[in-house]
């Protein structure tokens, strides 16, 4: 009911920022306790946690034989990571992504090479064992390679005082209890804003292409906000780009282990492009400028927006 949901998703809209800020600091204290750099923490512990929603529906999908939604839905989630999730972050926080040294390179390279990944999913035209082991084995590189990137300067006394108030054991508890109340409340703000659209008498392809297929990326966007509004831009960077690798990777790859369905090669080709596009130009932003500033958040809001038109039937070129 509508008057239910309004209420509903501004409680949980305030919520989850709330429970975002402690996520963060539960990320700073684990990445101490496990040695990650800010760079890995964000790659290794919230890039894999907020991808969870992605892996359960893409690993039931592939179990109920749609290998095609399986792949949809990952790739679709990238799309909105890499265009309009990254821009509500820089303009929300009211800050730029700064890049400082190599490691950043490095993950957005990793993010280009699983971008080309699923040019082989097309081309076998089906999912499979073999291309999960391999999808796997890839993701186990990755994070093998950024869990190596040195730690950048030592942390505020804030943080060292956080530090020493949790213990690993505890803030590892506490952080998996956020998570789950995260991907509850984004479960809630989803079903909420469906809700209101369907009042409002928006077309349920248009709900379908942005508010339930951004659904799924909302805790990369709370968790990446708040990593920006406290200035840990590696952080977020991480979380959003290892979310990506994440996504074609680890999600793909047991997809794949459990799913011998086919694809279909012309829907995952009409996706394929905007895949290309927004890593393509978030990798041009991070190596010409270093940042990604206002005005490239805007352009990553027009290249989704191009795709959400595509995906309710209005075609044109960029």
Not at 153 to 164: I, P, T, Y
Not at 193 to 211: K, M
Not at 239 to 266: A, D, K, P, Q
Request: charged share 10%; proline share 2%; with cysteine.
């Amino acid at each position: 009911m509508i008057w239910i949901s309004i209420p509903l998703l501004a409680i949980s809209l305030f919520l989850i920022g709330l429970v975002s800020d402690r996520i963060i600091r539960y990320t700073l204290v684990l990445s101490k306790v496990f040695g990650f750099s800010e760079m890995a923490a964000g790659f290794i512990l919230l890039s894999v946690s907020t991808s969870l929603p992605e892996l359960s529906v893409s690993t039931l999908a592939s179990l109920g034989n749609e290998g095609g939604l399986s792949v949809g839905n990952a790739l679709g989630s990238n799309i909105a990571n890499l265009t309009i999730i990254i821009a509500l972050a820089i303009l929300i926080s009211k800050t730029e992504i700064s890049i400082r040294g190599e490691s950043q390179k490095e993950l957005v390279q990793f993010l280009f090479l699983s971008s080309i990944i699923p040019l082989f999913i097309v081309q076998r035209g089906s999912l499979g064992p073999v291309l999960g082991i391999v999808l796997i084995i890839l993701f186990w590189y990755f994070t093998m390679t950024i869990s190596k990137t040195p730690k950048e300067s030592g942390l505020s006394n804030q943080e060292e005082d956080a530090r020493k108030k949790e213990k690993g054991s505890i803030a590892g508890l506490k952080f998996l209890a956020c998570l789950v109340v995260i991907v509850v409340l984004s479960k809630l703000i989803v079903d909420s804003s469906v809700d209101i659209a369907n009042f409002v008498g928006l077309p349920t392809s248009i709900i379908g292409a942005t508010i339930v297929g951004v659904g799924t990326s909302l805790p990369e966007l709370a968790t990446t906000v708040q990593a920006l509004k406290m200035k840990y831009h590696e952080m977020a960077l991480g979380n959003i780009l290892g979310s990506c690798i994440t996504n074609i990777t680890l999600v793909l790859g047991i997809s794949s282990l459990v799913s011998f369905s086919e694809v279909n090669v012309i829907a995952v080709q009409s996706i394929m492009f905007y895949v290309l596009v927004s890593s393509l130009t978030v990798w041009y932003m991070i190596s010409s400028s270093k940042s990604i500033n206002k005005k490239g958040a805007i352009f990553l809001c027009l290249i989704y927006l191009a795709f959400v038109l595509q995906q309710i039937g209005i075609t044109f070129f960029l």
